[in-house]
Nanobody, 123 residues
Framework: QVQLVESGGGLVQAGGSLRLSCAAS????????MGWYRQAPGKQRELVAL???????NYADSVKGRFTISRDNAKNTVYLQMNSLKPEDTAVYFC?????????????????WGQGTQVTVSS
C-alpha cells in the first residue's frame, strides 16, 4: 500500500559526504512527517533527523551542524545531506514516514519503514 525506497548509502572516508534519499509511493493522501533513523551494531535505533509537513526540523545532537534534512513534497521524497562524516556515523539508516493513505473509501494512518541503507565511514 505504501512503500519507502531509500538510496544513497555506501562507503565513504571520514570527512566525506553522502546524500540519502527516500521516496514514498502508493495510495498516499498525505505525509505528516518523514525522518531518518539509524542503528549501529549493539546500539538501539535512534532518531537522526525529522522534518514535518510544515517544514520544522529536529536533529540528534550528534549530527547537528553536519547533517541537513529536507523534503520535496511534490515528489514525496525526503533527503538527508550528511557532511563531515565520522566513523561513529556508521550504521544502517532507515527512512520513516507518518502516512495517511487510501484504503477503499477510508483513510488509514501508518508509520511506514524503508528497508534501510548501509552507511559505512572508514577512518
Amino acid at each position: 500500500q505504501v512503500q519507502l525506497v531509500e538510496s544513497g548509502g555506501g562507503l565513504v572516508q571520514a570527512g566525506g559526504s553522502l546524500r540519502l534519499s527516500c521516496a514514498a509511493s502508493g495510495s498516499i493522501f498525505s505525509i505528516n512527517a518523514m525522518g531518518w533513523y539509524r542503528q549501529a551494531p549493539g546500539k538501539q535505533r535512534e532518531l537522526v533527523a525529522l522534518i514535518t509537513s510544515g517544514g520544522n526540523t529536529n536533529y540528534a545532537d550528534s549530527v547537528k551542524g553536519r547533517f541537513t534534512i529536507s523534503r520535496d513534497n511534490a515528489k514525496n521524497t525526503v533527503y538527508l545531506q550528511m557532511n563531515s562524516l565520522k566513523p561513529e556515523d556508521t550504521a544502517v539508516y532507515f527512512c520513516n514516514a507518518d502516512v495517511t493513505y487510501y484504503s477503499g473509501s477510508n483513510y488509514r494512518n501508518l508509520r511506514s519503514w524503508g528497508q534501510g541503507t548501509q552507511v559505512t565511514v572508514s577512518s
